[in-house]
């Protein structure tokens, strides 16, 4: 994909970005745009950072990894985003600025001895599987609480929020209700008032949903294939 045809992407998913703000009353400055980047060559992936998008989302250890390399002189913010096994800790520790799927206490646990290690912090967000759907990541929503409150004390980690994908099929109303019922847990969370974790960010939307996930909320939304074409 050339320049051209990227900016050009870039500049219809804004005005969606803007128009779905504006019509649920919110500053459109106010919604990041995640660039997903996965399976995207690294000098395509180049060409929409000059373009603006300097949050980038990634979802495997070694192509981030590759990716650091290759725009190190350009230093994007690195998003993780896909399910890490515990043995890929390490990795995310050392790559990655933000992790939007925190799904376990292990993780956690063994992220925050990385972090140590390389003297790093994160910002993560907790995944929650609000479609109940048995093969998506994420903390069952009844799990949430107990989740937040065993991370908080692990100080590289900053829980800054939360992440939810909806369900598979493009049912809009069936990713709506996701999509609220995210927002409504924040807000519980957030009533609890755990000592060092922040509420304030909510991942969710992407390419097919995000107009419903801005008008319950979303501060980032997710889009890759809006922007670079299908995988
Ligand atoms: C791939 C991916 C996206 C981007 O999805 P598109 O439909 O291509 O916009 C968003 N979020 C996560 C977690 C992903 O894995």
Known sequence: MG????????????????????????????????????TVP?????????AGCHDLGESRAQ??????RELADVSPRWVFLGPVQTNKARDV?????????LDRLELAVALQRRLEMVDRSLDVLVQVNTSGEAEKSGVAPGDLTELVRAVAPLDRLRVRGLMTIAPRGGDLDAARRCFRELATLAERVRGE????????????????????????????????TALFGTR
């Open 63 to 68: 192509e981030l990894a590759g990716k650091v």
């Open 193 to 224: 008032a755990v000592d060092g974790v922040g509420m304030d960010e909510l991942s969710m939307g992407m390419s097919g949903d995000l107009e419903a996930a801005i008008a319950e909320g979303a501060t980032t939304v997710r889009v890759g």
């Open 93 to 101: 520790a050392r790559d990655a600025d933000e992790l939007h799927s």
């Open 42 to 50: 690294a000098a395509v992936v180049r060409l929409a950072f000059e």
């Open 3 to 38: 320049r051209e045809e990227l900016e050009q992407r870039l500049a219809a998913v804004r005005r969606r970005i803007d128009d779905a703000a504006r019509s649920a009353g919110r500053d459109p400055a106010a919604v990041r745009l995640l660039a997903v980047s996965k």
